[in-house]
T-cell receptor, first 115, second 114 residues
Framework: SAVISQKPSRDICQRGTSLTIQCQVDSQVTMMFWYRQQPGQSLTLIATANQGSEATYESGFVIDKFPISRPNLTFSTLTVSNMSPEDSSIYLC????????????FGQGTRLTVV | DAKTTQPTSMDCAEGRAANLPCNHSTISGNEYVYWYRQIHSQGPQYIIHGLKNNETNEMASLIITEDRKSSTLILPHATLRDTAVYYCIVRVALAGGGADGLTFGKGTHLIIQP
């Protein structure tokens, strides 16, 4: 298994501002993903964070709104840019291990409220 | 990834076995069945996965039908802490991790009654 630390755990932000969420994992992983969970909904994949190259975004998500960095195998950031109340959600980081069986491990999430 | 169908909610008495069904009739030969759960206000937690044989670990058992079109997750002795949303997900398992992330459906809200 992997231990994932996400920061911040929660935040309340003003509309029009940006928030950067950090994800740190305690072991080397191949795949890192970012998900969004809107209130009362299931998880939706935002993007795959690729080491040393641009993230791969899912339909409906764009780099200008959700820029992602992954400078090494154990760290990634997601920025929620120019926030509006519709961005109020839980944002979760997920990883899969290099020699794992395909099982994913999740951080505790960042609960974002935009006012 | 193949689509899955799960009941919206289920109740189970504490101490009894909780049996959660999942239908995945369009599953491909190289797709595994994964189960995760999400306890309120926490990130999803991996439970178990399998290809075609039944699997058991310290958390649960996974029974996959011979035609692989459905499966059942069994929590043998449910406790109040097992109250959560349970997600059944079908995906290809690649060496070194999946390439495409996970597609979550709505899952089954399992409520364990005291």
């Amino acid at each position: 298994s992997a231990v994932i630390s996400q920061k911040p755990s929660r935040d309340i932000c003003q509309r029009g501002t940006s928030l950067t969420i950090q994800c740190q994992v305690d072991s080397q992983v191949t795949m890192m993903f970012w998900y969004r969970q809107q209130p009362g909904q299931s998880l939706t994949l935002i993007a795959t964070a690729n080491q040393g190259s641009e993230a791969t975004y899912e339909s409906g998500f764009v780099i200008d709104k959700f820029p992602i960095s992954r400078p090494n195998l154990t760290f990634s950031t997601l920025t929620v840019s120019n926030m509006s109340p519709e961005d109020s959600s839980i944002y979760l980081c997920s990883v899969e291990a290099i020699r794992g069986g395909g099982e994913a491990f999740f951080g505790q999430g960042t609960r974002l409220t935009v006012v | 990834d193949a689509k899955t169908t799960q009941p919206t909610s289920m109740d189970c008495a504490e101490g009894r076995a909780a049996n959660l069904p999942c239908n995945h009739s369009t599953i491909s030969g190289n797709e595994y069945v994964y189960w995760y759960r999400q306890i309120h206000s926490q990130g999803p937690q991996y439970i178990i996965h399998g290809l075609k044989n039944n699997e058991t670990n310290e958390m649960a058992s996974l029974i996959i039908t011979e035609d692989r079109k459905s499966s059942t997750l069994i929590l043998p002795h449910a406790t109040l802490r097992d109250t959560a949303v349970y997600y059944c997900i079908v995906r290809v398992a690649l060496a070194g991790g999946g390439a495409d992330g996970l597609t979550f459906g709505k899952g089954t809200h399992l409520i364990i009654q005291p």
